[in-house]
């Protein structure tokens, strides 16, 4: 195996366990939620007017993929419809109080996250740290050209 290829499989069995253990901690939220479900309530409420092309883009998602997301979170009751006075074509969501619990929720989660994996970052040395975000920011870059060329750059 090549070290590029340990690498790559490194990356995908850190990843692939990292999201098990967020999955694993996101259901410890009281109403059961996805990551994905997560992930939509707290873009909703950070973005200002939301819709589902907004949302699509800050989660990297199609358009029909957040609406299935959004019609889960609308029966879930943790967020809402409104409209804009005015402007009856555009449909925006906002949070709810049991969308902003799961919020609050998320962030203590995202909180005791960071304190138990600061000891791994506080192992390394500071070039260790700068060739990893190197690193990091050559691959991103690479993977942004790559989905141009398929043509789902826009949802980036």
Known sequence: ???????????????SKLQALIAAEERIIHYDVSPSEVHCIVMIDRLENPNVTMLAKALHMTPGGVSKLTARLLRMKAIERYQKEGNRKEVLFRLTP?????????EELHRKRQERDLVVYESLTEAEKDSLLRFVRIYN????????????????
Request: no cysteine; net charge negative; hydrophobic share 30%.
């Open 1 to 15: 195996m090549t070290r590029e290829q340990e690498i790559l499989d490194g990356f995908s069995q850190m990843w």
């Open 98 to 106: 049991r969308g902003e619990q799961i919020k609050r929720q998320h």
């Open 141 to 156: 870059e690479h993977l942004d050209r790559e989905l141009k060329k398929l043509d789902v750059g826009e949802l980036l």
